[in-house]
Each structure stands twice: as C-alpha cells, then as structure tokens.
C-alpha cells in the first residue's frame, strides 16, 4: 500500500507569494492533517479535514488555509508567504474517521518550503 | 496553555547502552499519547498510549503511560546506530495533536 504522498518535495518562494502543496492520503483513509515543523516551534497542528469537511483548525493567521477534496486529496495553500513561513509541511492521513476514533496518524515525508 | 515537555532534548549514548525518553504533559481534554521517531524524513508510528500502567512493547523499544502523574516514557535498550534519530511525543486531545519538540537521540558505535 503507497504511503502519504505529498507534492512538491522543495519548493523555494520570494515574500509576498502564493504557495499551493497536495497530499494524496493513503489509500481508503478520509481523514487528512496537516502539520508545520520549524526547528524553534517544533510541530505544529494547522488543520484536520474529514470528508471534505475542516473540523479542526490550529492557531495559524488567516493565510493559511486549505482544502480536501470528494477522493480524500487535500491541498494548503499559503498566501502573501512572509520569511517566517520557511518550514517542513507535513501531511497526515489517518484510517476511520480520524485520531479521534482512536486511529493513530502516518505522515507523508514533507514539502520542504523555503521563502526568500 | 496545552503543553508537551520532553527531556533530555538531546542524549549521546553507545551502542549496547540503554535509554529513557521522558514525555510530560499538561492537556485539557487527553485522549492519547503517540510516540513518532523521526529521521531526516517522515516521523513514524512507535506507540499509542490510552491506558495508563499498560507498557506496549515492539522489540527493544517499549513505553508506558502514567495518567495520573501525567506523563511517558519510551524506553530503548540494546541501542542501535539505527535508533539515531528524533523521538517526538504528541499528545491529542478532542481537537488535535500537540507535539512536544522532541529527544533527539545519537548512538556512537
């Protein structure tokens, strides 16, 4: 079975850019995260998707958002990027209706964005 | 303000040598404690922890979860070089993980 697929693995962007990253979850699973990690933050939660639906969103401006799709694909998109934004995003699905049924989450290996 | 403390923030040991990963926590609301070991890659599944005084074993790592006292530890014994990576440790409550930021363990031969 494929893992957590996520799109593009690097990608480098000027300030005051639009970025757009996909994951593609494991097959069958319906609940898509999606995590920020920075060496001084650590990992941080953005937002949980579960049929097309957001049911949780972490503590991140109004720039970030994203979206999932009617197969379980799901983007964030990062606009107006600012120097800060520079970090590993990571994508997560989860089988089941989530984390919150008791599932645990598997990680795809990242977009590794970087704002100059 | 939910939070996830882990110490040692880092730790050099020998192969052969055995270790404790420490995870504390204050969360409203916990569900679960997962343990993730990541490389320079995507961080990967160890252990999920609901119960606590219950120790989960998967070959030489193992990990157990106190609910009262309010917190894990993810042991290691017979280290590896292999075992070289970051431990992380999340909690979830009802609305999401929150990730503590990390062990970061190196094993010498």
């Known amino acids: 079975k494929a893992g957590v697929t996520q799109t593009p693995r690097y990608l480098i962007k000027t300030r005051g850019q639009q970025v757009t990253l996909s994951c593609s979850p494991i097959?069958?699973?319906?609940?898509v995260s999606w995590y920020q990690q920075t060496p001084g933050q650590g990992l941080q939660f953005l937002f949980e998707?579960?049929?097309?639906?957001?049911?949780n969103k972490g503590n991140f401006p109004g720039r970030f958002s994203g979206r999932q799709f009617s197969n379980s694909r799901s983007e964030m998109n990062v606009s107006t990027l600012e120097l800060g934004d520079s970090a590993l995003y990571l994508c997560?699905?989860?089988?089941?209706?989530?984390?919150?049924?008791?599932?645990?989450?598997?990680f795809g290996e990242g977009s590794w964005l970087t704002v100059v | 303000e939910d939070k996830v403390v882990q110490s040692p923030l880092s730790l050099v040991v020998h192969e052969g040598d055995t270790v404790t990963l420490n995870c504390s926590y204050e969360?409203?609301?916990?569900?679960?404690l997962l343990w993730y070991k990541q490389e320079k890659k995507a961080p990967t599944f160890l252990f999920m922890l609901?119960?606590?005084?219950i120790e989960k074993k998967s070959g030489r790592l193992s990990s157990i979860l106190d609910k009262k006292e309010l917190f894990s530890i993810l042991n290691i014994t017979a280290t590896q070089t292999g075992d070289s990576a970051v431990y992380l440790c999340?909690?979830?409550?009802?609305?999401?993980?929150?990730f503590g930021t990390g062990t970061r363990l190196q094993v010498f031969p």
């Open positions: 997560a699905s989860s089988p089941g209706s989530g984390i919150s049924s008791g599932n645990t989450i598997y």
């Open positions: 097959s069958g699973h319906r609940s």
């Open positions: 998707y579960f049929s097309e639906t957001q049911r």
């Open positions: 969360v409203t609301n916990f569900r679960s």
């Open positions: 609901t119960s606590s005084g």
């Open positions: 999340a909690v979830y409550n009802t609305d999401k993980l929150i």
